[in-house]
């Protein structure tokens, strides 16, 4: 496949650095995680500008759950707020709305206005977003094996039909394709459990940005920076 000269239709995003950035500023770690906000709207709009048909954001992993219960807690308050805030953008934006991840280690209030967004935005078609929430890759390929061993344990999978993508159907979310390009920010030179099926050959690209200061400039950055590569996988 050729695509040098083309931008990415599925881009993931490792949003990180909040913390830094606040500190930096001397300010709560928590004020980081709002400024981020913002961010997240900017990569929603540029995602749109340049015909991204699929963006997910890596928002909570399961590892975070082992930061401070007060952190936590705004987090989640934040989260709650964004999926009442943001609902009725997705409608008259035309956006898609998915969550993949543990869902149920979430609240059920969140839940519920997760399901609630899923289900009125389901039509959508101008930007599937994706929100990664206690996410982890390891997590998502173990959750596929035992759904798979269980439905060959009640006689309804044959192991020898098991392959690439059959397997794939198993995962969160078995429709999204695979991202072209994964973006992290704040120059850690690592993928921390994100996507782990998906990406095997996305193309990588990191900038030094803390996530609260990503802006379209960066994006644009980074799907050039793509639209120079070749992708050949493997081959």
Not at 29 to 37: D, L, S, V
Request: charged share 30%; with cysteine.
């Amino acid at each position: 496949m050729n695509n040098i000269g083309t931008y990415p239709e599925h881009v993931a995003i490792i949003m990180d650095g909040n913390g830094r950035w606040a500190r930096e500023r001397g300010l709560e770690r928590t004020e980081g995680h709002k400024e981020g906000i913002k961010s997240v709207d900017e990569a929603i709009k540029s995602a749109i500008e340049f015909n991204v048909k699929t963006l997910v954001l890596y928002a909570f992993s399961t590892e975070n759950w082992k930061r401070p219960k007060s952190e936590i807690a705004v987090l989640m308050s934040y989260l709650s707020r964004y999926l009442d805030e943001e609902l009725e953008r997705l409608k008259s934006e035309d956006i898609k709305f998915t969550a993949i991840g543990r869902l149920n280690d979430l609240s059920k209030d969140i839940i519920k206005k997760i399901e609630r967004n899923m289900e009125e935005t389901k039509k959508n078609s101008r930007l599937h977003l994706v929100l990664a929430l206690s996410y982890g890759g390891r997590n998502e390929i173990i959750d596929a094996v035992k759904g798979i061993s269980s439905d060959v344990v009640q006689g309804k999978v044959v192991p020898a039909e098991i392959d690439d993508s059959f397997f794939k159907k198993y995962l969160y979310c078995p429709d999204m394709h695979d991202p072209d390009l994964l973006i992290r920010t704040s120059g850690e030179m690592r993928i921390s459990n994100f996507l782990l099926w998906q990406i095997s050959y996305s193309e990588l690209y990191v900038t030094d940005a803390y996530w609260p200061d990503f802006r379209k400039e960066h994006f644009r950055a980074a799907c050039e920076t793509y639209k120079a590569r070749e992708r050949r996988f493997g081959k």
